[in-house]
Nanobody, 115 residues
Framework: QVHLVESGGGLVQPGGSLRLSCVASGFTFSRSVMSWYRQAPGKERELVTSFTSAGGNPTTGRFTISGDNAKKTVYLQMNSLKLEDTAVYYC?????????????WGQGTQVTVSS
């Protein structure tokens, strides 16, 4: 059974940093596409960035995703946080099921940027 457990969210001042973690279990981590999404109040969920074990550590502006295959953990390093980064951040695993892809989600972790 696939499980994704996020942690690391919290309250941070503008310009600060946070690192989110997502511990995965129940599937072959090294063969998955791992992503971070976020959803702000009143807005649709949006993709932040994605990672595969063969794809390095993509950086999207102020955010960098990375993974540790041994720990089955994906991280999201967020720097220079802005008020508009306030959202619930979700870990996503996209897995091949033989016929297509299935998306799995964690429960989310709240990130609040406020002075």
């Amino acid at each position: 059974q696939v499980h994704l457990v996020e942690s690391g969210g919290g309250l941070v001042q503008p310009g600060g940093s946070l690192r989110l973690s997502c511990v995965a279990s129940g599937f072959t981590f090294s063969r998955s596409v791992m992503s971070w999404y976020r959803q702000a109040p009143g807005k649709e969920r949006e993709l932040v960035t994605s990672f595969t074990s063969a794809g390095g550590n993509p950086t999207t502006g102020r955010f960098t995703i990375s993974g540790d295959n041994a720990k089955k953990t994906v991280y999201l390093q967020m720097n220079s946080l802005k008020l508009e980064d306030t959202a619930v951040y979700y870990c996503n695993a996209r897995l091949w099921n033989g016929k297509g892809y299935t998306d799995y989600w964690g429960q989310g972790t709240q990130v609040t940027v406020s002075s």
